[in-house]
């Protein structure tokens, strides 16, 4: 076989892999741009406030959110000390995210797009790089994790399963058992499916899920409280902290708001991909704030009032809820209506795990791979890669033992809270809130190709946010506590600090060096983005504006028709690196 015919043949596959898109939708496919990349027109907005109550509801209503006050009371604060934190990390969660999601309100892209005019078209592919990479693992973890639930329902029906013989190979039964092991498999395959739904349609699962898990975590309390005849001593816990801790209450305080805001940091930092589905800001910010707030500090709540009474029921602390189910199922004796009621409950939050992670992790995913490989992959195609990366990853080996790799990835936003906070600055004191959307598609004569597709002022800003944080992530993650005392005080600020400091600098940066394009916009709307509504107030005029201009005789010298031209071939251009 001649080269010149393997080259052909290599063509012809890639023609058929390769994505197409409706050109008349504005869906051109190329280096920078395909269907899931273009600024979403209205007839695709399809979130309302309760969608976005759903979509946080769901990130809330999970086993780590419910293990939360245990982190805080281990480290030697009270209860009341551990609710504060979590009520305080909920405000600035909230905060965040509702800044960085803007963009995607007001100019309808997402974060894959919302980094080209901070870091250039190609600078962009660092913070994609870290979120790919993220996302990947994550959601290797998070298939884990509910597998475990998984292993609990099938134990509720089938008792015998938490017993079956463990069938796997020697090197995999240092780290999992097959009773895990079968629950992974199940919980992985049962999700895939939900991969195949576009986010535009995730609206009936968020409502199902999150009241129903809701539900069920209410009645779990209720159970424990009309058990246990009261709250239980856990709830009573007060002030611990060691006479010989380097630390005092104050600083436990600053480092549990910053594990509260760091562990959600990867959500955060995405929010415009997914606010850019919403029907108005107004459905965004009401939805999302009620949710990240209230129900995300209840469910803290829950977990503790819970646990408390549980530890008079069953003399022990059973703060990881699949535990837990499984001790209320053994001290039922295993009748029926234990069983039941544990299957019941793990399903509730089996489901929870299941669409955070398609939603939070895979399709995540899938939109980061969209954005590094336009031609051949969008969301749907991007998020099955990322599911079938959880058996390279191999998440068993990272949970059951590597407990220092997981730590490290808990502490990630070291390096995401930079990111924040040169997407903050540039977004709202830079630019003012305008961006040209047209040049974020297009590499020749686009303002955002800075030099050579890199914007230079994100790089020092960035590096210069993570590195005073850095040295203590590296004592912290593997539990060291010989560390230089100063080392720790920077690491347990360091989402805060690591957002200031970027900012200062980038906006620094920007003021005495001015990246050419500031306060420029499209002046016509080139991918049919904005309502009239929306159009009239950001100052954009609609293609069907200037066809009726022209009809009806306005021209009057204004050069309306040839602006008309520009904007149709601006919409079927190809652009090229």
């Known amino acids: 076989m001649t080269s010149s015919t393997i080259r052909r043949r290599v063509a012809v596959v890639a023609e058929k892999v390769r994505l197409h898109g409706n ?55 009270s209860v009341p000390q551990s609710m504060m934190v979590i009520v305080l990390g909920r405000l600035l969660i909230t ?20 980094n080209r005019f901070s870091w250039g078209l190609r600078g962009s592919y660092i913070p994609l790089l870290q979120r790919v990479l993220l996302n990947f693992i994550w959601t290797a973890v ?28 020697k090197s995999m039964q240092e780290t999992t058992t097959a009773y895990q092991f079968v629950g992974f498999i199940l919980f992985w395959v ?25 539900v069920g975590m209410v009645c779990m309390m209720i159970w424990a409280l009309a058990v246990a005849k009261g709250v239980g001593p856990l709830w009573h816990t007060g002030e611990t902290v060691p006479a010989t801790s380097h630390f005092n209450v104050s600083w436990l305080i600053m480092s549990g708001i910053n594990q509260m805001v760091g562990s959600i940091a990867a959500g955060i930092t995405n929010g415009s991909d997914f606010s850019r589905y919403s029907r108005s800001w107004q459905h965004y910010i009401g939805g999302s704030t009620m949710s990240a707030l209230v129900v995300g500090t209840l469910v803290s709540f829950i977990g503790l009032v819970t646990t408390s009474a549980a530890q008079t029921i069953y003399g022990e602390v059973y703060w990881n809820p699949p535990d837990l189910l499984m001790v209320m199922m053994d001290n039922g ?14 399903l509730g939050f089996c489901l929870t ?5 398609v939603c939070g992790n895979a399709v995540a995913g899938g939109i980061d791979l969209a ?23 191999q998440p068993w080996q990272l949970v059951n033992k590597a407990t220092t790799f997981v730590n490290v990835l808990s502490s990630f936003s070291v390096f995401l809270a930079p990111l924040i906070g040169i997407m903050v600055v540039d977004f709202y004191l830079v630019r003012r809130l305008k961006i040209r959307l047209s040049h974020l598609y297009r590499s020749h004569d686009s303002i955002y190709w800075f030099t050579s597709g890199f914007n230079w002022r994100a790089v020092p800003a960035w590096l210069c946010g993570w590195a005073p944080t850095v040295g203590g992530l590296a004592y912290a993650a593997r539990g060291a506590t010989d560390g230089p005392k100063a080392l720790y005080k920077l690491y347990y600020m ?53 066809v009726e201009a022209i009809h009806s005789g306005e021209d009057d010298g204004l050069g309306l028709q040839s602006e008309l031209d520009k904007t149709c071939g601006m919409k079927g251009e190809v652009n090229t690196l």
């Open 23 to 77: 050109e008349e939708e504005h869906e051109q496919t190329n280096n920078w741009c395909n269907r899931d990349l273009i600024p979403l027109p209205p007839k695709r907005r399809s979130w309302g406030w309760f969608n976005y109550f759903g979509y946080w509801a769901i990130s809330s209503l999970n086993i780590s959110n419910w293990q939360s006050p245990n982190t805080y009371l281990a480290q030697g604060l």
């Open 95 to 114: 905060l965040f995210s509702s800044l960085v999601a803007w963009c995607g309100l007001k100019w309808h892209i997402g974060f894959t797009i919302q």
């Open 142 to 169: 998070q298939c884990w994790n509910g597998g475990r639930l998984m292993a609990v329902c099938l134990t509720a029906l089938w008792p015998s399963f938490a017993t079956m013989h463990n069938f796997l190979p």
């Open 190 to 214: 049962l999700s895939t499916p939900f991969l195949l739904i576009r986010p535009e349609k995730f609206k009936l699962p968020f409502q199902v899920v999150c009241i129903y898990c809701g």
């Open 333 to 346: 004796h295993g009748s029926s209506k234990a069983r039941a009621g544990v299957f019941f409950l793990s």
């Open 353 to 357: 795990a299941m669409f955070e992670n």
């Open 371 to 393: 954005g590094m490989f336009p031609r051949y992959i969008d969301i749907r195609r991007g998020a099955i890669l990322t599911f079938l990366a959880a058996w390279i990853v």
């Open 494 to 546: 360091a989402f805060l600090l690591g957002f200031f400091i970027s900012s200062i600098i980038f906006y620094t940066l920007s003021s005495v060096f001015p990246p050419v394009g500031l306060g420029e916009f499209d002046e016509t709307d080139v991918y049919g983005t904005f309502t009239p509504e929306e159009a009239a107030k950001i100052g954009v005029v609609t293609t069907m504006g200037l």
